[in-house]
């Protein structure tokens, strides 16, 4: 098939040439830095035998529209994570596209903006019975009062932020002094909405999920495992450090591992709160849902991600390899899921 693969960069006036010389680039020194992810979709696109066109957007958000009228594709593949500086914007690109009518992968605009935020999406899935925190929202400005209607402890997020943005071990508060002071702190800080959420003690799995319709499959989870004598339960999040920053993980006895083994009742549970959500929240071809499962083996959904990050390695195609799916056939299998639904 021709498929372009459209993303954001920070290049401005590149053209799909010039992005063609770039993951060249990228991919031949990819033991020293990991390639961008958009590269190593069409990495894979191309040995699949598709023909790819790479279209990095920036500045003019018309532009893949606008290329892909004079150049048409069988479908797109959306790479986009945000538009310029604002990943709060992930949605911009795929709007574009569905006005245009053009075929592409992956979640519909209304998705990526529900998912986006973190109290909306959890009043969607309260509404169809799955689990959330229960929580509070304070808008900029916005005081916290002497009486919070929650019970400690409670975690303290940006409201509309990914990737652990915010969330530190500080997140986790036990007083109202304590907070006021961070929501204070996330106002300030990222100019954002502060979420206040009772905290659930637990396991904390990434679960990754494929498909539409009644053939949505759940990939095989992914755990975040903390040395337990390194950690109060309160300490066991999934902050930047945590997720990111490998000496950090190393000292502190933090691991990526796939799930351990899971009771009858908490693999009921999953599945259920899992395929309920995403049919809740209209997500198609891939999507991932961060979650809890507290000692009772109840799963609590804490963040659905529309628009989940696809480069080798990371959850997702982690998950997908252990389900018996290579890189190069997981592309495949959303460009096939995408392509279906269309037809």
């Known amino acids: 098939m021709r498929i372009g693969v459209v993303f954001d960069t920070p290049y401005e006036?590149?053209?799909p040439a010039d992005h063609s010389k770039r993951m060249e680039s990228e991919l031949a020194s990819c033991k020293e830095v990991e390639p961008e992810m958009e590269y190593q979709v069409a990495y894979a696109l191309g040995r699949n035998g598709h023909k790819v066109t790479l279209l990095g957007v920036n500045g003019d958000p018309a532009y893949a529209v606008s290329t892909l009228q004079e150049h048409p594709v069988d479908?797109?593949?959306?790479?986009?994570?945000?538009?310029?500086?604002?990943?709060?914007?992930?949605?911009?690109?795929?709007?574009?596209?569905?006005?245009?009518?053009?075929?592409?992968?992956?979640?519909?605009?209304?998705?990526?903006?529900l998912t986006r935020d973190k109290a909306m999406s959890k009043k969607v899935l309260h509404h169809h019975g799955v689990k959330v925190p229960r929580f509070v929202c304070y808008r900029l400005g916005e005081s916290v009062g002497d009486n919070p209607p929650l019970n400690f402890p409670v975690i303290v997020k940006p409201l509309a932020t990914d990737a652990s943005i915010g969330i530190s071990r500080a997140s986790v508060v036990r007083t109202a002094e304590a907070l006021a002071a961070r929501v204070g702190y996330i106002h300030e800080r990222f100019g954002d909405a502060a979420i206040a959420e009772e905290f659930i003690e637990g396991r904390e799995l990434y679960v990754s999920m494929i498909g539409n319709g009644d053939s949505v499959e759940l990939l095989p989870p992914v755990e975040l495992v903390f040395d337990k004598a390194k950690h109060?339960?309160?300490?066991?999040?999934?902050?930047?450090?945590a997720k990111w920053d490998d000496e950090y993980r190393a000292r502190r006895g933090i691991k990526t591992v796939f799930a351990r083994r899971l009771s009858k009742k908490a693999q009921t549970n999953l599945h259920a709160a899992c395929h309920t959500a995403y049919r809740a929240m209209w997500l198609r071809d891939y999507a991932r849902f961060d979650v809890r499962i507290d000692k009772?083996?109840?799963?609590?959904?804490?963040?659905?991600?529309?628009?989940?990050?696809?480069?080798?390695?990371?959850?997702?195609?982690?998950?997908?390899?252990?389900?018996?799916?290579?890189?190069?056939?997981?592309?495949e299998r959303i460009i096939s899921t995408a392509r279906a639904r269309y037809h």
């Open 13 to 15: 006036g590149w053209t």
């Open 75 to 113: 479908l797109v593949f959306n790479a986009a994570e945000g538009f310029g500086d604002n990943d709060q914007l992930d949605y911009l690109l795929p709007a574009l596209l569905e006005a245009a009518k053009v075929p592409f992968t992956g979640a519909p605009p209304q998705s990526l903006m």
């Open 232 to 241: 109060k339960p309160e300490e066991r999040i999934a902050t930047r450090l």
């Open 296 to 331: 009772n083996d109840d799963v609590w959904i804490l963040e659905a991600n529309a628009n989940p990050f696809i480069a080798e390695g990371h959850e997702l195609p982690k998950s997908a390899e252990k389900a018996g799916l290579k890189y190069n056939e997981l592309i």
